[in-house]
């Protein structure tokens, strides 16, 4: 985006909530959801690089096509909630 190439480590983190927990202790930096990030941007434990730059990705919701009510049931109910917050 910036024509900067970066030769760094990359790591695996199992959760976005780590990955914050990485970026607000000096450990990670990258793009972090909105509304996770907001909290900490407005206290001052994380920095926005270009606060004039916000990067929409697409959202995918994949589960496996068992037939269980329950991951139906889960299904509706993170698609109206990505609906409520996202949209």
């Known amino acids: 985006m910036y024509g900067i190439e970066l030769d760094a480590p990359t790591y695996t983190v199992a959760s976005t909530h780590a ?3 990485l970026a607000v202790n000096g450990l ?5 959801p909105v509304q996770l990030a907001e ?11 270009d606060p004039k ?3 929409d990705v697409k959202l995918n919701w994949i589960v496996a096509g068992l037939p269980i009510a ?3 049931h889960l299904t509706k109910a993170v698609r109206s909630s990505a609906q409520n ?3």
């Open 28 to 32: 990670a930096w990258g793009m972090q």
């Open 85 to 87: 917050a996202l949209f």
């Open 70 to 72: 329950s991951i139906d």
């Open 39 to 49: 909290p900490h941007i407005a206290d001052g434990r994380l920095v926005e690089l």
């Open 53 to 55: 730059v916000r990067i």
């Open 19 to 21: 990955f914050i927990d």
